[in-house]
């Protein structure tokens, strides 16, 4: 316990957030790897409370403040009671037996005592990280509680390590959208602060917001991240600017953003966002960069028709492997293969939610097919001489490019439907010219932009 509060006492001597925020780890640190146990069985159940209360007063606070801070390490001690239980089960193999229901309750007495503290114990702003650490480790034991009750239900749970915060469980999470709550208890006592800004508990805003995204998006409950960007955005004016905030917080939030944005279907804001969050993330932040191009390789697709090279994939093995035989069927317009590609990765790309998008990808697949065959049709001399691309293409010339890239089965596509693909592709701006049904031609821009982006 002495450890504990030796760094309780140096943290308010210097005003560190973070090294408060230790106190309150329910992880040992590498340098004292029995500190919890320690803690726990430097007291019991009877004195706990003089216990604590002798530390804390070896540190100036108010009455209150000294109260509150009683009251939050008495619910740390209690928490650590129901963990060290669950760790030793888990270090035996018998994971299965232990009871993380319990461990979930306790974190959340000790969240609540924090809050409390923030709300009647005069906390400062200062120690806002303890918040991050409440909450964190409170969502991280809902899950795992939830995961357990699941599993003794009979209810299978989708938990693999890739992209585990946007793809939710599809079983009940009774705790999880418990600690939902909770969180968002802690998001409003940051976003109504009006101390000050230097002095604000403001300043943790973004890491709270990135915790209720990671949540609401376990939850399939997304729609409820879009009224926390509608709060941010009201509250903007007493707020420090986004770019003051730690880059980490800066980063997750341009992320999240840009996947709400991108379910949401508004590809230029996500575009945007998603960009941000990958220019500023770090160089060797595996994961995350992964995690980032999950989604900003379709929405590029979409919106600008990029497609990634294979050094920007190169880093990343599962998404070579989902999105290279996409691109390379988008690049030679071979629909067969794309739809093969489509089908291959179906159940990866459904997970992610990014199925609906890269099935669009097969418009650009189409024009590129389309291109080839009017790059077939070679040059006719125009009126002055001129060799120039011949610019009316017959439409059954396209329908045989179409049923050969998409493999028909039983000869050619029927007219209408042919006429129907390149109407469509006129409309959508990836064609330029227009539809002769009487000669059964197609005429083409013959100003050199016939497939706009393409250099034809």
């Not at 003051?244 to 966002?273: C, M, Q, R």
């Amino acid at each position: 316990m002495d450890n504990v509060f030796a760094d309780f006492r140096e943290a308010h001597q210097i005003w560190s957030g973070p090294l408060l925020s230790t106190t309150l780890l329910p992880i040992n640190p590498a340098s004292d790897p029995n500190r919890l146990i320690n803690f726990y069985r430097d007291s019991e159940e009877s004195k706990i409370q003089a216990d604590i209360r002798y530390h804390v007063n070896a540190v100036r606070l108010s009455s209150s403040e000294s109260k509150a801070w009683v009251d939050v390490f008495i619910a740390f001690w209690k928490a650590i009671g129901e963990l060290l239980p669950v760790d030793k089960l888990a270090r035996e193999g018998r994971g299965t037996d232990a009871d993380w229901t319990s461990v979930y309750e306790a974190w959340k007495e000790l969240s609540n005592a924090l809050i409390r503290g923030y709300t009647n114990g005069g906390f400062q702003a200062w120690t806002v990280p303890c918040l991050y650490v409440a909450g964190k480790h409170l969502r991280i034991f809902a899950i795992k509680a939830d995961d357990q009750s699941a599993s003794k239900k009979g209810v299978n749970t989708f938990t693999s390590g890739f992209q585990e915060d946007v793809v939710g469980d599809q079983g009940k999470n009774e705790k999880l959208e418990d600690a939902a709550r909770v969180i968002n208890r802690i998001f409003t006592l940051c976003i109504s602060d009006r101390a000050p800004l230097e002095e604000s508990r403001k300043w943790g805003l973004y890491y709270t917001t990135n915790l209720l995204f990671k949540t609401y998006f376990k939850l399939n409950s997304i729609g409820l991240s879009k009224n926390i960007l509608r709060a941010l955005e009201a509250s903007s004016s007493d707020m420090p600017p986004l770019e003051a905030f730690p880059k980490s917080h800066i980063v997750t939030f341009k992320y999240y953003v840009g996947v709400i944005w991108f379910l949401e279907e508004d590809y230029v804001k996500a575009e945007e966002n998603l960009t941000e969050a990958w220019n500023m993330c770090h160089k060797d932040a595996q994961k995350n960069r992964e995690l980032i191009l999950t989604y900003l390789i379709p929405t590029r697709l979409l919106t600008t028709h990029t497609l990634p090279t294979t050094s920007l994939l190169s880093p990343y093995p599962r998404l070579r492997t989902l999105f290279t035989p996409l691109c390379q069927s988008l690049k030679r317009g071979d629909l067969a293969r794309f739809d093969a590609a489509l089908i291959a990765g179906e159940d990866q790309f459904v997970k992610r939610r990014i199925y609906l998008t890269l099935e669009r990808g097969r418009d650009i697949a189409l024009r590129n097919l389309l291109r080839k065959v009017f790059l077939a049709g070679g040059l006719v001399v125009d009126k002055e001489g001129q060799k120039v691309r011949r610019t009316r293409i017959d439409v059954e010339e396209f329908g045989a490019g179409i049923s050969m890239a998409a493999g028909v089965k039983g000869g050619a596509m029927e007219r209408d439907e042919v006429e129907c693909l390149l109407a469509n592709m006129i409309y959508k701006g990836l064609m330029k010219g227009y539809i002769s049904r009487e000669h059964g031609k197609v005429v083409l821009s013959t100003k050199g932009n016939a497939f706009p982006g393409t250099g034809v």
